[in-house]
């Protein structure tokens, strides 16, 4: 029995399935990150957690209150932050913070030590219209908006979309310092970078689960051998490494390519050879070890060979 | 009750914030009532009226200059053939041609009759139908006086009767529109203002915060309808003032009962706001229905421009269930005919169960989810 | 070696009131490269993407975008041009050959010529069972893809592409990137923003922006060994972390 148990959750809209048969658990003190496209079906799972959507079929519950019949001891209990920083762009950063405060039935100073470290940052733009905050600003904002009445479950859906790098980085660092009190995170992202920065993943695509574990795990599970091959023009060294024996498939990462290799039939020298034989002069091909990416990549091609 | 607090604040400020709008929800009322005062106005003025006959002839000198003496007709053109009006009508010089037969003085001093033809521009049948009723007017008028000449006592073959209109006496047009602007601005403020600050946030996804939040939706619907009542309020008193002052629309009736009645009529438009937000999911579909499916309507049925007796049977049906017309019926009876409750109670009725109907339907249909 | 350089900038900058969005950056990008452009949110990027679009006059300082001057010839460059965005592209109530139809005519290709382009664009993107299907019921994937492909339905030489892979699934991500490593190899250039780090290792080179000005450019690779760092994402952290305090809360 974990802080959030979702079981079997189908949601449709008309035709179109949105979550299929989805099921998973989070323990407590954890940060769990739903790792998935644009359009999987994340935020129609948050929805369903915060209790602001009912399910076609199965069960869901956060700290032991079914998210249907229950829906109020949840409100009270969770913090959630909606995709696209949802604040009142009109009103200042103290505005919106003391508003959101009150309507959980709680204030700013009763809960600041909950929310010093983020706010603190904030507060020199306390007059400031929340619409003229910078992407970073905003989303720290919206965080202590969801954290201001001591939420011990966090439902964080899309924090880092359109966040740059560096506030990104300062965002996850945020969230382990939250961690560390003791509050449950579920966050969704689609940069699949950010799923090693998670203590457990789901990795979602079209509605559906197709893993859950920790990254390393996930990691661990990779089937094939992998292969970074590193040369130029991209696109014909692309085309050639899909037509070498052995390689199951093949993809650009940056500046290399990956090819999933079945180690039984090639490997690092051999594809050398093949590399040079086909004319492809300063290339480098080295042993690596797969990320998070490499499996989703993986993992969404099996699932649809498997359904073909 | 310091979450309800905060919440209203927090939609003044929003209000206030928009300058923009407050600029626009203030001035509307003012600017309405000067438009339906002087620019849209129905009373008929400077109407041009040609004259085709022989002004020679002393009884169509007489006829004309009694027109030309008439403070809404002004005399026109003078010409002899008939055939000339279509021109004038065409080039729009003239509104309504008065034609007189040949030998006109002669025929009605020995045969006691001549005939006049009054030929109207109908491209526009309401103004036509005004205009030519003037004229009309007139010139019974006129024959009124020739009865009188000829027997010297007593009426004799033809009579006019005598119209006299009681709470309106010089027919104007500010009494009828005045109370329907009032339907209209409180309609449009509450009804879409409201719809519109709903939709607002969640479009912009603040609603799913407020859901999520221990916040009743109740309170949630009370805190948004606050602001907008009070708009309502000052718009209702603006109007008043500038009826009273501006247009002397006369208040005879009881202004408390006139309060009462307005603010159950504003209750019912704010519901009416709560059950559009309901039922659209963007700024924009919430804004065209209560443009097209309240303003609209309310306009075309509530008489303020067209007289809702004139219309096909089924329509007056249909205007039955717009709450402003209700609402307007009883404004006209306390404001011009200045009687009390008593002579209003079925309208009151009808305007409350509409109200009650409302409310019940838009809070029920409220959802606490998305 | 002046006519291998497509863009060439000297000195651009944008002031909106008081508030310097771009303050006088200088640079380069030669034909046939990936360009990468860089910036966190709110440094400028999208100011100084429009002024090389021909959107957008420059307060100070002169340029020329395929041999237009970016301040005369504003109308040559945009024809010039391909131009993609994650946020505005296609219509989606449009069937596809619509919208291509479309941004055929607004490119001022003649009915033949658009025609002919339909029938080449579909059959590549093998999409030709889709041609009557309006834009909207697409997949997001489909949806870049076909963007891309209308965006260069001119055979633009130079083509820009602002955020182009936000929120996609992997797979397709890499479906459009080879796409557009395709187009290089063709002859085109492409001027690129993003905010994965990792798509800013596709790139030949990137430069980043800080608070209005190019912190640096360089190689990816060349980067990453200047400040001694394994990714981009790094690199990138190490520069715009220069920044000055303070100036962080400002919008974009």
Partial sequence: ???????????????????????????????????????????????ILATLLLPD?????????????????????????????????????????????????????????????????????????????????????????????KPSVLFLDEPTTGVDAVSRKEFWNILYRIRSGGVTILVSTPYMDEASLCDRIALIQQGAIFETGTPAG?????????????????????????????????????????????????????????????GFRNFSVREITPGVEDCFLQLSIRKRDGMR | MREFRSFVTKEFRHIFRDRRTVLIVLIMPVVQIVLFGFAISTEINNARVDIVGDLSDPSVRRIVTRIDNNGYLNIGKVYKNTADIDGRFRKGKADVAVCFENEFDDKLNSLGTASIRIIGDGSDPNSAQMIVNYVTGVINDEQGDIDVAWSGTGPSGSSTPAVKYMYNPGMLSSYNFVPGVMGLILMLICSMMTAVSIVKEKETGTM??????????????????????????????????????????????????????????????????????????????????????????????????????????????????????????????IMIEGVGFGYMVKEYIILLAMTAFLLFVSTRLFKNRL | MECDKIIKVTGLTKRFGNFTAVDHITFDVRKGEIFGFLGANGAGKTTAMKILCGLSLPTEGSGTVDGYDIRTQQELIKRNIGYMSQKFSLYPDLKVWENIRLFGGIYGLGFKEIKQRTAEMLQSLGMEDLRN????????????????????????????????????????????????????????????????????????????????????LDAPDALKDKYGVPDMDSVFRTVAARRPAGKEAAGA
């Avoid at chain 1, 995709?83 to 039935?105: C, K, M, P, W």
């Avoid at chain 1, 905050?133 to 720290?140: D, F, I, R």
């Avoid at chain 1, 093949?250 to 180690?263: K, M, V, Y």
Wanted: net charge neutral; proline share 5%; aromatic share 10%.
């Fill in chain 1, 1 to 47: 029995m974990g802080i959030i148990d979702v079981n079997g959750i189908v949601k449709k809209y008309g035709e179109k399935t949105a979550l299929d048969n989805v099921s998973f658990s989070v323990e407590k003190g954890e940060i769990f990150g739903l790792i998935g496209p644009d359009g999987a079906g994340k935020t129609t799972l948050f929805r």
């Fill in chain 2, 208 to 333: 799913e915060l407020l859901l999520v939040s221990p916040l009743k939706p109740v309170w949630i619907i009370v805190s948004k309808m606050i602001p907008y009542f009070t708009l309502s309020a000052v718009n209702l008193a603006t109007i008043l003032l500038l009826s009273r002052f501006v247009m002397h629309v006369p208040l005879r009736g009881s202004l408390l009962l006139l309060v009462f009645i307005s603010l159950t009529f504003i209750v019912a438009s704010l519901a009416i706001g709560l059950l559009i937000s309901v039922i659209s999911s963007t700024q924009k579909t919430a804004l065209l229905i209560s443009g097209m499916g309240l303003t609209m309507p309310t306009m075309i049925f509530s008489g303020i421009i067209f007289p809702c007796e004139s219309m096909p049977s089924i329509l007056q049906y249909v205007s039955d269930i717009i709450p402003a017309k209700w609402y307007i019926i009883m404004m006209k009876k």
């Fill in chain 1, 57 to 149: 079929a199965g069960k869901a519950s956060v700290e032991g209150h079914d998210t249907v019949t229950d829906f109020a001891a949840i409100r009270r209990s969770i913090g959630y932050m909606p995709g696209h920083f949802s604040l009142y762009q009109d009103l200042s950063v103290r505005e919106n913070l003391e508003f959101f405060a009150t309507i959980f039935g709680t204030t700013v100073e009763a809960n600041y030590d909950n929310i010093k470290e983020i706010y603190s940052q904030l507060e020199p733009f306390g007059d400031r219209r929340a619409g003229a905050l910078s992407g970073g600003m905003k989303q720290k904002l919206a965080l202590c908006c969801a954290l201001v009445h």
């Fill in chain 3, 133 to 216: 299907e309006p834009v909207g019921s697409l997949p997001l994937g489909w949806k870049q893809k076909l963007a891309f492909s209308i965006a260069m339905v001119h055979k633009p030489p130079l083509v820009f592409l602002d955020e182009p892979t936000g929120g996609v699934d992997p797979e397709t991500r890499r479906m459009f990137w080879e796409m557009i490593y395709r187009a290089v190899g063709e002859g085109t250039t492409v001027f690129v923003t993003t905010h994965y780090m990792d798509e800013a290792e596709y790139c030949d080179r990137v430069s980043i922006m800080v608070d209005g000005v190019i912190a640096d």
């Fill in chain 1, 218 to 278: 996930i990691v661990s599970e990779y089937p094939y051998g992998l292969l970074a091959v590193k040369g130029k023009p991209v696109y014909p060294l692309l085309q050639f490494l899909r037509t070498c024996d052995g390689v199951v498939n093949c993809f650009s990462f940056g500046s290399e390519c990956h090819a999933a290799i079945d180690s039984s039939v090639t490997g690092c020298s051999r594809l050398q050879r093949e590399l040079s034989g086909a």
